[in-house]
């Protein structure tokens, strides 16, 4: 892992049935697929512990989102007056990280299948943690 | 904003009580502070729509954290046996970003009091968003 400053290191990466940002919803609990996220192997280590049923929050870099976008049409709805980016989860935004709530539904050496996901194949992975429930399951 | 992959541009920064990660709870709801965000002046505009009571999610880049750790002791606790950071929340990992839910308590131009928020003062912030509620609110 490189130590540059505000340097994200892909840790892994979505394999989706979803091919672009157009068949994919907007969030996971709108149909998303479930899907597999292959972790690098200089990390995949960091994977134990994790067991089906977990809950967990997946962070992606949205990789073709555009950065240069300070406001935006919530949902692409025209009628509904613009927002600024950070009112919104518009994948279109300064520092484009997208945020998934999933369950943990298989792990394997060096892999997992979450879901729903809405992220799109290829789509890189720059962290998971778990969702934290109460004091005692910390 | 820069367009280089995977560089991370601040949003802005934390202005926090709280002067070291020593003094820092593990959570927010852990006794932390209210802090203020202050927002740099090119993405201010992305506040527009974030009014108080407003539910958020902030994202901060953790930049006194070590990223050559793959498994750690929960909460530092030595008891509870090695875990995969990505079975944790432990602030050393790969890439360092900090998810902290918390209220917005006060909105001012380019800047933003939130509460309770664990992150140290001086912690820059790289995303802000809102938590989705039911389908009507989103």
């Known amino acids: 892992m490189e130590a540059v400053p505000f340097q994200l290191e892909p840790i892994g990466v979505v394999r989706s049935p979803l091919p672009d940002r157009a068949s994919a919803p907007c969030q996971g609990d709108e149909g998303a697929p479930d899907a597999w996220i292959e972790l690098a192997p200089a990390v995949a ?22 950065r240069d976008v300070l406001s935006v049409y919530p949902r692409g709805d025209l009628t509904r007056g613009l927002a600024g980016v950070f009112a919104t989860r518009s994948p279109d935004r300064p520092n484009p990280l997208g945020l998934h709530r999933v369950t943990a539904l298989e792990v394997e050496p060096g892999r997992l299948k979450v879901g729903p996901l809405e992220a799109i194949d290829g789509t890189p992975v720059v962290d998971i943690k778990p969702v934290l429930g109460s004091a005692d399951e910390r």
């Open 45 to 66: 280590a960091g994977l134990e512990g994790i067991e089906p049923g977990h809950e967990l929050i997946v962070i992606t870099w949205l990789h073709e989102a555009e």
